[in-house]
């Protein structure tokens, strides 16, 4: 295990999404190997690892090779050991939540809202559902790719608004609302509509009609109503891998280049429990 000429990586979509074999996370790792699954991460821009056995520590330290740990700046749900791991999970103990509910059931980036949105993503299923609740994602890179040209041109040069308050209430029914405090922590910022890979140079789609508040410079309605359009065009069957999830998958994906949408389950015959870590990227680059 961990020998990088053992590593092997399965597609499973038409254009993006693979799963990787020859991998044990728990074990040390030599630098050749992190740089080949590396390589993998920026080919695919989803992959996943089966059967895994990790600490909350493990994960943590695993996922610091991709970038700067993100700490979650709603503080909720967070390990108090290894506070950058956050629980997703709808178990309930001694009438409480031990993890956030209902999270990201709506096409998103992570972390879109900040000046420096995450790069990647790293989900570990401990236990899963055994039906529902797949993770589905858009490969925005193919997206765009296909976009007709006039679209293209038309699109050039754009930037959107990305605020964490709009639509919060709407797709978070459950929790409270944000506070003043909260809301001033993470104020609107823009970002370009169409980004430049940091790594690839590939040019990817960058938009959400959950995150994306307004075009700059245009109607507000007409930008809303081009967001929409443009996130339906990236989220047609052809572009999307709809991830079943299995007990120890370990699943880490590029928000440069990708979209996801959590999907339900039956939360009232099935128990989730997950352990999420991101790592920070850089100010995305305007194509």
């Known amino acids: 295990m961990n020998d ?4 092997f990586a399965r597609q499973v979509s038409d ?33 996943f690892f089966p059967r895994q056995a990790i600490s909350p520590r493990q994960l943590a330290d695993f996922a610091s090779k991709f ?22 999970s709808n178990e309930i103990v001694d009438g409480r939540n031990v993890g956030a509910t209902g999270a990201g059931m709506y096409w998103h980036s992570d972390l879109s809202y900040r000046p420096r949105p995450a790069g ?16 589905k994602f858009a ?17 050039a040069g754009l930037r959107t608004v990305r605020d964490r308050s709009y639509r919060y209430s709407e797709f978070y029914p459950q929790r409270p609302p944000l ?41 507000v309605e007409e930008g809303r109503k081009l967001i ?7 989220t047609q069957p052809r572009f999307v891998y709809s991830h079943p999830w299995k007990d ?26 997950m352990q999420r870590v991101q790592a920070l990227g850089g100010q995305p680059i305007p194509a």
């Open 139 to 155: 490969d925005m890179v193919a997206a765009y790719a296909a976009l007709p040209e006039d679209t293209k041109k038309k699109i």
């Open 120 to 135: 990647a993503t790293l989900l570990y299923g401990l236990v899963c559902p055994s039906e529902g609740g797949n993770t």
């Open 4 to 7: 990088p000429a053992a590593i």
């Open 15 to 47: 254009t993006f999404a693979a799963e990787v074999s020859g991998v044990d996370l728990a074990a040390p790792m030599p630098t050749t190997t992190f740089e080949r699954i590396l390589e993998i991460f920026y080919r695919y821009r989803v992959i």
């Open 179 to 219: 506070t003043k405090a909260q809301k001033d922590a993470v104020p609107p910022v823009e970002h370009p509509l169409v980004r430049v890979h940091p790594v690839t140079g590939e040019l990817a789609l960058y938009v959400s009609a959950g995150s994306c508040s307004r075009i700059p410079g245009m109607d």
């Open 248 to 273: 120890g998958d370990l699943v880490v994906w590029d928000n440069c280049a990708t979209l996801h949408c959590a999907t339900p389950f039956d939360t009232s015959n099935y128990v989730r429990k």
């Open 67 to 88: 970038g700067e740990l993100e700490n979650y700046h709603l503080a909720d749900f967070m390990l108090p050991e290894v506070p950058q791991v956050r629980i997703i």
């Open 228 to 234: 929409g359009e443009l996130e339906k065009f990236a």
